[in-house]
């Protein structure tokens, strides 16, 4: 997990870039607009989702009062949650009193629930690591449920996380506060309800989807609010590392992410890395943040609808563009990520529709890097291979170069449908003249390992024409531009929707309107 890596590849040769970002997580004068003002164009959208969403500054209290046949927890007594739970017998309800509870000094002091524990926190009940504990709830015992309570304070190690520390299954986690740790604040196991909680200021990650042994199934994020996560810059400390974000998934399969609302992350707001599939993304408002609103990476099978996604990218973006960047880097970035009619899923393509994409830096790229595939070398995911071949090692020469390992070993940006979208840019609010612009399709010329059977254009013909990518019925406003096959090929909207392109088939273009 520590190793994987995005790979933003150029055209003309197999490298990693890193992704860099120049501020924190707040809002900073001449970069970055008040979050509290919401453009016209999407008002109503943003209004919806942030009545279910603001949920920092409302927490929802927790009960007044003990539960019938539920343990008190003591704050004036060191220790007493843990202890309590240990000496209980499972299925029991902990109710904390209000005030700063707190764990033995070790920093290996934890709670570690047994299956079926119910935690409900009292309003104003904290549980705090005093940056001297590294977990707060530890262990494999599924089902046990978290609820009104504020976990802040501990010190994870990078990559692992402070509630769930194992990835323990059927976990409930509902109005619940997790700020100002190290690390995750979140780890996930399959079937784990996060439901209207306030994922605040952790050191990596909100939330990281990642279960070592096993598979995450059955995800559901809904109603959260997920702000200002990665305060360690972590991507600048381990350079390249794809090891942030207000929520980083991995190889879950079967997750709905709806009425979030995401913002003010320092990086990506959701990443979706390596095997993931299933996914349904709806009615989040994702803004704000330093680098892309989604990134779907080397993945299968997702809708993306009905979100509000304005005012992401303009740190990274911004950063690489300074820096004589001619990549397209997007606010919706789709790396080597497409449907699959072999993975089952409630769709077998990637549909983006009906959303609204205001003012971000770029728009939505498709990427698939024609070095990177199972086996590679350039595969930064750390030797995985796609969900179509069993074993890593067998995409080598001579299988690898025909027929089914060919197609098999790479995942594929395709069957990619983006529909009745809403794309405004006034470069006069994002604050830039070029590199901000753009819409792309593309991929890089193969050049690496010497024995790889992608050398050349192929892949870039590939995404560009005949793996059922397409842009249509799309409304844009602004002065937007397009890119396709490679990051050199730059087109207006005529040439985009001409032959070879063809794209944006029913869609309409308004330059003047967008500043």
Known sequence: MGNKRRHWALAVAPLTLALLAATGCESTSGTKEDPKAAPSASASAVSAARSVARVCANPAAGPAKAPAGAVTVDPAVVGDLAAKTKNSPPNTTFWLRPGKHRLDPDRYAQVIPKKGDRYLGAPGAVLDGRKKNQYAFTGTAPDVTIRYLTVQGFVAPQDEGVVNHDSADGWVIEHTTIQDNSGAGLMAGARQQVRADCLRDNGQYGMNAYKGNGTITGLVVQGNEITGNNTGDWERRKEGCGCTGGIKFWAVNGAEVSGNWVHDNRGAGLWADTNNNDFLIENNVIEANDGAALIYETSYNAVVRDNTIRRNNWVEGRKAASGGDNFPYATVYLSESGGEPRVPARTNKIEIYRNVLENNWNGITLWENADRFCNSPANTSSGDCTLLVKKTDSCVR??????????????????????????????????????????????????????????????????????????????????????????????????????????????????????
């Open 398 to 515: 001579p299988a690898i170069n025909k027929a089914p390992l060919y197609s098999d070993c790479r995942w594929k940006t395709q069957r990619v449908d983006i529909h009745d979208n809403h794309f405004v840019l006034d470069e006069s609010v994002v604050k830039c003249t070029e590199r901000c612009d753009r819409m792309a399709v593309l991929s890089n010329y193969g050049t690496y390992p010497d024995w790889s059977p992608y050398h050349g254009e192929g892949v870039a013909d590939a995404i560009t024409e005949q793996q059922h990518n397409r842009w249509h019925d799309n409304v844009y406003v602004g002065p937007w531009k397009f890119v396709a096959e490679d990051q050199s090929k730059v087109l207006d909207f005529g040439q985009w929707q001409a032959t070879p392109y063809q794209q944006d088939k029913g869609s309409t273009l308004d330059l003047q309107a967008g500043g």
